[in-house]
């Protein structure tokens, strides 16, 4: 049961990242066949993205009530044949609509996968399979551009999805041989927090996306959302967890200030080696493809590292040399060889390895097993929200230095500035995760 446990979480967990990077190669051939504007070209991701985050903590609470494993089939299923639909759609509305179901069928994926794991596997190896699953979702962002640009190459953008359901379909069969299931407390489910959480989830993550004041409006919405919960007494996720286990609290804080700090490095880079420094796409996707590859060759090492070691010591580390890269990053200029980029951004792909499978060992272990479903989901949210924040700031950022007249110099201030900021940034999280261990 272990095996095929693993082997269908591994796969479920390379889709939803793979599906994300290799469609952002496929953009402009979708935008030529569709005759889309920027704007619209934009939705294809935003879509997915805004749906997955809304869908990530009430789904996460559904499967602690109604069964991990069967709501992770259920995932599966949506997610593969919303996959499958595409090949056929022949608009851009259809596309929408089953990028919202994809988005739906992702989240129910990420809030089960980890949960699956963390249940099925003692605490001696859970840093070992969590670390294994953190590879799974590194091969899937560094092989999605790569194998992407092939399939849409030699056949079209639509075998992207095609070849995503394919693999959706074999990590179904292994979980429905699966017959055990894994669930928490039965209770009632809060569809009226369910639903503000959303809206706040929403306006943040639009307002994020967008630079738009509609964020503030997304705050106090959470705001209401946490007065709700603290209220009733089945709640979809109780604040009072964040106050009362430092461990989950500091542990989820380092991973939304780590995501928020490191997500933007690859879109600032792009901009650096193909605007600056004039390399071809081909030739900057090849140096940036060496910080995921070393996020997945050695996820699983630290991982085992986690179960000998206090997971949020490891983690502090890897965030501390995040901060170093980061560091590193801004001070580039026009002078600055390709060869100094590929070494940092290796030791940053170590920083990452060090951090993500000890920090989700860390916040998994802070909790009992009837809330592994949320603190899956927790782990998801402040991935994705992290992300779209670090994506603002660096877009904010680099409109404080536009210059009419386009000046390198005043590109590269504006790109090493980001840099600069997210150094700190990480330094913050570092300290965060520190204190997360200075008490038990």
Known sequence: MRTSTLLSTTMASFLVPFMLSAVNIALPTIALEFKLDTVMLSWIQTSYLLTTVVFLIPCGKIADIFGRRKIMNIGLFIYTISSLLVYISNNFLTLIILRVLQGIGGSMIATTAIAILTSVFPLSERGKVLGINSAAVYTGIALGPFLGGILTELF????????????????????????????????????????????????????????????????????????????????????????????????????????????????????????????????????????????????????????????????????????????????????????????????????????ASPNTNAIMSSVKSDLFGIASATISTMRVIGQNLSFAIATFILSLFKSSEMSYSVSIEGISTAFLVFSITCIFGTIFSILGVSRK
Not at 249 to 257: M, Y
Not at 301 to 329: Q, T, V, Y
């Open 156 to 355: 079209n953008w639509r075998s992207i999805f095609i070849f995503n359901s394919i693999i959706g379909i074999v990590s179904l069969l292994f979980l429905i041989n699966i017959k055990e299931e894994w669930k928490g407390k039965i209770e009632r489910f809060d569809f009226i927090g369910s639903f503000i959480y959303s809206i706040a989830l929403i306006f943040i993550v639009y307002g994020l996306l967008s630079i738009n004041i509609i964020a503030l409006f997304g705050l106090l919405a959470l705001f209401i959302f946490i007065i709700w919960e603290l209220k009733i007494e089945n709640p979809i996720i109780d604040p009072r967890l964040f106050v009362r286990n430092r461990g989950f609290s500091f542990s989820s804080f380092s991973a939304l200030i780590n995501y928020s700090a490191t997500y933007a490095t690859s879109f600032l880079l792009s901009l650096y080696l193909q605007m600056i420094k004039g390399f071809s796409p081909k030739s900057a996707g090849m140096i940036l493809l060496i910080q995921p590859l070393f996020q997945a060759i050695l996820s699983p090492l630290a991982g085992r590292l986690s179960d000998k070691i206090e997971p949020r010591k490891i983690a502090s580390i890897g965030m501390a040399m995040n901060a170093i890269g980061l560091f590193l990053f801004s001070t580039i200029n026009l002078y600055t060889e390709w060869y100094f980029i590929f070494n940092t951004l290796i030791l940053m792909g170590i920083g990452f390895a060090f951090f």
